[in-house]
Antibody, heavy 124, light 111 residues
Framework: QVQLVESGGGVVQPGGSLRLSCAAS????????VHWVRQTPGKGLEWVAV????????YYGDSVKGRFTISRDNSKNTLNLQMNSLRVEDTAMYYC?????????????????WGQGTMVTVSP | QSVLTQPPSVSGAPGQRVTISCTGG?????????VHWYQQLPGTAPKLLIY???NRPSGVPDRFSGSKSGTSASLAISGLQADDEADYYC???????????FGGGTKVTVL
């Protein structure tokens, strides 16, 4: 079945770095745009970043721009999120989510499959 | 403050119908961008409930329905059941922010 599995979360000090991964299976990963979305404990959802199906287009939320980098390896069916200069306010559950239509980034696409999430805690 | 505004909570008795509003503006819901709805059960990842304003993915009961008008959208749950207790989020795209955006979420309680 279609599945996304995140990994790489953990506890890090402010200013530190982490690299999250999202392993995809059950669908043609190279045909789909995939996003990162985060959720702070007990709070709502916040869009973080998106990488197009071929990796040529990448967009970021204002709160992470310049600090986070999204990348993908279609040969390994993997999406990554390199997080640098981490802040306490980056503490959240991080989800990867694929969109419901293949091809280029469409701003009206829905997130039809989500991973189970990986927790990132930034604490002194 | 979320770009899309949802009531923090709604409640209803089993079998009743509840609606959740999602209010935005001209740069998101009021533009050409679709609205989607997600259900998040406690301790789990969000699940797509309604896409493209009104469409249900396969497996989602027809008790759930979505609509969009002007700068607002709504999710209706009819025949409320105990396992509908969850958080519900609307989502769209905002052209002014160049960002995908979510509502703050609505907790549905079955009395």
């Amino acid at each position: 079945q279609v599945q996304l599995v995140e990994s790489g979360g953990g506890v890090v000090q402010p200013g530190g770095s982490l690299r999250l991964s999202c392993a995809a299976s059950g669908f043609t990963f190279s045909a789909y745009t995939v996003h990162w979305v985060r959720q702070t404990p007990g709070k709502g959802l916040e869009w973080v970043a998106v990488g197009s199906y071929d990796g040529s287009y990448k967009y970021y939320g204002d709160s992470v721009k310049g600090r986070f980098t999204i990348s993908r390896d279609n040969s390994k069916n993997t999406l990554n999120l390199q997080m640098n200069s981490l802040r306490v306010e980056d503490t959240a559950m991080y989800y990867c989510a694929k969109v419901n239509h293949g091809g280029n980034i469409d701003r009206s696409d829905a997130f039809d499959v989500w991973g189970q999430g990986t927790m990132v805690t930034v604490s002194p | 403050q979320s770009v899309l505004t949802q009531p923090p909570s709604v409640s209803g008795a089993p079998g009743q119908r509840v609606t959740i509003s999602c209010t935005g503006g001209r740069s998101n819901i009021g533009s050409t961008y679709d609205v989607h709805w997600y259900q998040q059960l406690p301790g789990t990842a969000p699940k797509l409930l309604i896409y493209g304003n009104t469409n249900r993915p396969s497996g989602v009961p027809d008790r759930f329905s979505g609509s969009k008008s002007g700068t607002s959208a709504s999710l209706a749950i009819s025949g409320l059941q105990a396992d509908d207790e969850a958080d519900y989020y609307c989502q769209s795209y905002d052209s002014s922010l160049s960002s995908w955006v979510f509502g703050g979420g609505t907790k549905v309680t079955v009395l």
